[in-house]
């Protein structure tokens, strides 16, 4: 696989997606929008800690490893991108001084390599307004918690009620609510995974790498004489 270099155009996107440079593994594009997108080519196994198709396993996984980072874990499915077993991830991380970053991505994973197209949008000007919009749809009522002053029901996982973290998704980053924000930078790049998802076309030479196939841990066996 050392001799494996990334081709851009072997990657079909979107038309809406314009070129702008390659760089060695990466290639970079952006839309109208001043969005970005980027396929990146890592040429090493997959550090993926499950089966493709285990998306159980897979939300389990991604979301310790955001929560290292800082960020939150809005979306993580097994999906076929282009025919191949990919990975659709949407996460959220924090900007300095306000507002949120929001990164889609999907992985492709084969057995030594990978590729991964992420899409990205930051918040600019005036933030906020999602949030406190879908607040106000809220029925009943949300209420305020006066033991910690946070709002009762407002932050929790996306797949795991009891989980808890310092940073989680909240209310206003559903899916249900991007229709009332079409332009807010959350409804953009789920949108731009969804539409990846539906024309993007890739190359023979990737499709036919041979596949990732995760290696469970061996259990221990301890044998005793008869």
Same mark, same amino acid.
């Given at each position: ?58 939300? $389990?996984?991604?979301?310790? &490893? ?63 307004? +999602? ?22 029901? #407002? ?16 209310? &206003? ?31 023979? +030479?990737? +499709? $036919? ?13 301890? #044998?005793?004489? #008869?």
């Amino acid at each position: 696989m050392a001799a494996f270099m990334l081709d851009h155009t072997e990657f079909h996107l979107p038309a809406q997606w314009k070129f702008l440079v390659q760089e060695e593994g990466n290639a970079f594009f952006t839309n109208a929008a001043g969005d970005g997108l980027g396929i990146y080519f890592f040429d090493a196994r997959p550090d993926i800690v499950a089966d493709v198709g285990d998306t159980p396993a897979l939300r $389990n996984f991604y979301r310790e &490893a955001v929560a290292s980072a800082g960020m939150a874990m809005l979306e993580v499915d097994a999906q076929q991108l282009a025919g191949i077993a990919s990975v659709r991830t949407l996460f959220k991380g924090r900007l300095e001084p306000r507002g949120f970053a929001f990164l889609g991505s999907y992985t492709l994973p084969f057995a030594h390599c990978s590729f991964v197209i992420k899409v990205q949008s930051l918040e600019g000007g005036i933030t906020g307004l +999602r949030e406190s919009s879908v607040m106000l749809m809220q029925e009943p009522p949300l209420q305020c918690d006066e033991e910690s002053g946070g709002i009762i029901g #407002w932050e929790k996982d996306a797949y795991d009620p009891s989980y808890t973290a310092e940073f989680l998704p909240n209310l &206003a980053d559903a899916a249900i609510y991007d229709k009332h924000f079409p332009d807010h930078p959350l409804s953009r790049v789920r949108g731009y995974l969804d539409e990846i998802g539906r024309e993007l076309a890739v190359a023979d +030479r990737i +499709r $036919n790498l041979p596949p990732f196939v995760y290696q469970h841990p061996r259990k221990q066996h301890w #044998w005793k004489p #008869w």
